[in-house]
């Protein structure tokens, strides 16, 4: 199984501050690998795919980049509506692995 | 717009069934995998399992030979039977399109809860 170590596992940021959350895979990935997120009582909303896609209907302050084992997830302006839970997951093989999760709260 | 709907979570008891179903909308359904993912309360994300467009099917080690998927391309609509419930299944069951190409896409959730 592909093992996915997401860091920090919580932040606190202001709005307007950029940020990055890192996602490293135990093994490689071939790029099939995706960025979600998630606030409390909601179901995830996808982000990111293949690495670097940006999601359909997605503002362009998210961005995903890496290659291999390790990649990033960066908010480029983080506002009000961006503080929640991301993950990212794997998709290269069975079985579907995520990360732990960042919670990125207000500071 | 593509919307996955789930249904058929509710209360269980320990050593029951249920089957939860999705039905997808504005998807090529039968070209992708499909895959159902679930949320213990307070708890991170855990892949339960996924089917190809064509059949083949993919589980978990916690819940093989207890659960299975299944999908009905001429209906749009994936299916997990879960049998032999325990209170650790205890969660929010999502339907996801989380692998293969192009745009990813979640239900809503639906909640299965296993207890007495």
């Known amino acids: 199984d592909i093992q996915m170590t997401q860091s920090p596992s919580s932040l606190s940021a202001s709005v307007g501050d950029r940020v990055t959350i890192t996602c490293r895979a135990s093994q490689g990935t071939n790029n099939y690998l995706a960025w979600f997120q998630q606030k409390p009582g909601k179901a995830p909303k996808s982000l990111i795919y293949a690495a670097s896609s940006l999601q359909s209907g997605v503002p362009s302050k998210f961005s995903g980049s890496g290659s291999g084992t390790d990649f990033t997830l960066t908010i480029s302006s983080l506002q009000p509506e961006d503080f929640a839970t991301y993950y990212c997951?794997?998709?290269?093989?069975?079985?579907?692995?995520f990360g732990g999760g960042t919670k990125v709260e207000i500071k | 717009e593509v919307q996955l709907l789930e249904s058929g979570g509710g209360l269980v008891q320990p050593g029951g069934s249920l089957r939860l179903s999705c039905t997808a909308t504005g998807l090529s359904f039968g070209r992708y995998a499909m895959s159902w993912v679930r949320q213990a309360p307070g708890k991170g994300l855990e892949w339960v399992s996924a089917i190809s467009g064509a059949g083949t099917t993919y589980y978990a080690d916690s819940v093989k030979d207890r659960f299975t998927i299944s999908r009905d391309n001429s209906k749009n609509t994936l299916y997990l039977q879960m049998n032999s419930l325990r209170a650790e299944d205890t969660a929010v069951y999502y339907c996801?399109?989380?692998?293969?190409?192009?745009?990813?896409?979640w239900g809503q959730g639906t909640l299965v809860t296993v207890s007495s």
């Open positions: 996801a399109k989380i692998s293969g190409p192009y745009d990813h896409y």
């Open positions: 997951q794997q998709y290269n093989s069975y079985p579907l692995t």
